[in-house]
């Protein structure tokens, strides 16, 4: 069976090799090896142009949008305050490139952390440049102490939502690592899963012909846990069917 092609959204990795300084274009090798145990080819360009974008997305089967940096609040019409963190605007103009083709062309997108956060940006939204400061008393979403692997809190899922019918249950744990979060969801975004404190968590695109799912959490990161399978596997699947 022919296999899926799909782009990851790659980030700018700083690596010192004395006297070297050497600036990477690269993703988390989870990120890849997620995608080969399903069966699944990642590719991994460079930053791209709008004209780029669109001629690879145009021959390949889906999109997966990392985390990584904050995204430049300039493209949800703010000023950058003093408590965002570090922007990557080369990224920010490659990653909504991608998203702009992969929505033209209709392949699945799928977005963790960061990667949803612009997604949503890119559909209209708006974003907590950070939580603790703008929101105030919630639960700790920045979880640096907990294992990545493991879980740092639960969210509770929605009803009738695509997540609710993949997993057939109405919580389940995740990871959690952001300090930003969605403001304002983007047209036709849909929330699918909640924190304890109310924070939407998950949400996917209200469109038969497009098919869009994003988390704020990490599902590629929590190894050996059903409800992360099940949702890694749900994309790539996606992706087989869009090749058809």
Same mark, same amino acid.
Not at 227 to 244: G, Q, R, T
């Given at each position: 069976m022919k296999k899926p092609v799909i782009v990851v959204s790659p980030e700018h990795q700083k690596l010192s090799?004395?006297?070297?300084?050497?600036?990477?274009?690269?993703?988390?090798?989870?990120?890849?090896?997620?995608?080969?145990?399903?069966?699944?080819?990642?590719v991994i360009p460079a930053f791209l142009s709008e004209e780029e974008a669109d001629r690879l997305m145009a021959v390949a089967d889906g999109l997966f949008m990392t985390g990584g940096a904050d995204v430049g609040p300039d493209l949800?019409?703010?000023e950058v305050e003093e408590f965002c963190g570090a922007i990557e605007k080369d990224r920010d103009v490659s990653d909504m490139n991608l998203l702009k083709a992969a929505?033209?062309?209709?392949?699945?997108?799928?977005s963790v952390c960061r990667g949803s956060q612009i997604t949503n940006v890119f559909f209209g939204g708006k974003l907590y440049q950070d939580l603790k400061t703008q929101k105030g008393d919630m639960i700790n979403h920045p979880d640096y102490l907990t294992m990545r692997t493991e879980d740092s809190h639960t969210v509770n899922i929605v009803e009738g939502t695509p997540l609710h019918k993949l997993l057939g249950k109405d919580s389940i744990g995740v990871n959690s690592t952001h300090h930003q979060g969605y403001k304002?969801?983007?047209?036709?975004?849909?929330?699918?899963?909640?924190?304890?404190?109310?924070?939407?968590e998950s949400f996917?695109?209200?469109d038969p012909d497009h098919w869009v799912r994003c988390y704020q959490w990490h599902p590629e990161l929590m190894d050996f846990n059903e =409800? $992360?399978?099940?949702?890694?596997?749900?994309?790539?699947?996606?992706?087989?069917? =869009? $090749?058809?």
């Open positions: 090799m004395p006297p070297f300084e050497v600036t990477l274009l690269a993703t988390s090798e989870k990120n890849a090896w997620q995608l080969q145990q399903r069966g699944a080819i990642p949800y019409g703010e929505a033209k062309h209709k392949k699945p997108i799928f304002v969801l983007g047209e036709k975004l849909i929330p699918m899963a909640y924190a304890p404190d109310g924070l939407c996917y695109l209200d =409800n $992360m399978d099940k949702i890694l596997s749900d994309f790539v699947n996606a992706c087989i069917e =869009n $090749m058809k």
